[in-house]
């Protein structure tokens, strides 16, 4: 048995815990690059704390999942500013937005330079501008990842920027920062979370550790997603979420992903429709052929033991089969009002390319067994 098992640096976790903002970023140097999403409106505290800290600090938003040409405006912000560290503050965008804009502003030459897949996926070589990240969403835990996701509209798909160098400094987790957040977003949000603990946990490159967290991890979201989306300020429901998000991104970091990923990059990258709902749609479907092809044709394998532990967790009962777990996380996405992927704009004259571009995804490499372009096909086919 061999295995690595990195994350940032520091984790601070608790209620409240943005309150430490100022003293933490004022560790780094004396002028911060805050990079949110949207309008940027929920992170002008945020910006007078620094202010008060005796921090210069200014102001980079954008407006969704970030793209290569925000990266490479966050970098001329950056840059401009002189900034000495990047604080991420909002869902998974804006910190895959500041983990990118941090490496390339560290770091010359152009950014084909460093993506996979449709650039030369180069080493950095230097290290990336210091990262505080601040997540308000229970989704991607994007805080402990050594990669940051970016949208290529050129190529239309997403594609990862990824180095171990660019894990954050510092991991600062508020449960309540995600109390006001929209049910459809806690939805969405949190089936992306207990996504990314449930396919580390079958992927092939699963270890002891990312065992452990994810284990944690399901059995939080399983008890706490529907109520979180149901009574948005149940402070026990958004910790257990909070924590669910930051052990899928431990899970992930350490350990591969799976089929459920695999699409999401392609989808994400072609149609404009939310991480986090892709994820979630496509779970179930992806739990029920992999259950199925094991059965078929690897009926000794590991991973229907861990499906049939996943179902335990979720379900409770004592002698759940992988078929239970997989039938409880696709009535959980019902609960949650789950949006086919046909409200996106994707048809079934799309699942030639998406498929074909799945199957060549990084995350498609860990799923426990190889998916053939047939059952591929049906799984999405079924989610639309």
């Not at 257990?240 to 699409?263: E, P, W, Y």
């Amino acid at each position: 048995m061999r295995f690595d098992f990195v994350t940032s640096g520091r984790i601070t976790f608790g209620d409240g815990a943005i309150s430490e903002i100022g003293k933490v970023a004022a560790g780094f140097g004396t002028r911060a690059l805050v990079v949110s999403s949207g309008s940027g409106a929920r992170a002008q505290p945020l910006i007078e704390a620094l202010d008060a800290a005796g921090l210069a600090a200014e102001m980079f938003s954008v407006a969704g999942e970030p793209t290569v040409e925000d990266a490479a405006a966050g970098v001329a912000a950056a840059r401009d500013h002189a900034a000495q560290v990047i604080i991420g503050f909002g869902g998974g965008s804006a910190l895959d937005a500041a983990k990118a804009v941090a490496a390339l502003t560290a770091n010359d030459g152009d950014l084909l330079d460093y993506l996979e897949v449709i650039g030369q996926g180069k080493p950095l070589r230097r290290v990336p501008v210091p990262v505080i990240a601040i997540p308000t969403t229970a989704g991607t835990g994007s805080e402990v990842t050594a990669n940051a996701v970016l949208a290529s509209k050129e190529h239309g798909v997403k594609v990862s920027l990824r180095s171990p160098l660019m894990l954050p400094r510092i991991a600062l987790i508020d449960p309540e920062l995600s109390w006001s957040q929209p049910a459809a977003v806690t939805a969405s949000t949190g089936m992306d979370a207990l996504t990314q603990c449930i396919e580390p946990f079958v992927s092939n490159r699963a270890n002891p550790v990312t065992d452990a967290v994810c284990r944690e991890g399901i059995m939080r979201g399983g008890r706490s997603l529907r109520l979180a989306f149901d009574e948005p300020n149940d402070a026990d429901a958004r910790r257990d979420m909070a924590l669910t998000a930051l052990f899928g991104g431990m899970a992930l970091a350490n350990a591969k992903l799976g089929a459920v990923h695999g699409f999401a990059a392609p989808v994400g990258g072609m149609f404009s429709a939310p991480h986090g709902a892709i994820c979630a749609v496509l779970l179930p479907p992806v739990m029920e052929a992999n259950i199925r092809a094991l059965r078929e044709r690897a009926p000794e394998h590991d991973a229907l033991a861990r499906y049939a532990e996943i179902a335990r967790l979720l379900t409770g009962i004592p002698d759940a089969a992988p078929e239970d777990g997989a039938a409880w996380v696709r009535q959980l996405v019902a609960d949650l009002g789950i949006p086919a992927l046909s409200t996106y704009g994707i048809t079934d004259e799309a699942v030639p390319e998406i498929v074909e571009k799945a199957a060549n995804a990084s995350s498609m490499q860990g799923n426990p067994i190889t998916l053939t372009n047939e059952e591929l096909s049906a799984i999405l086919t079924s989610a639309l």
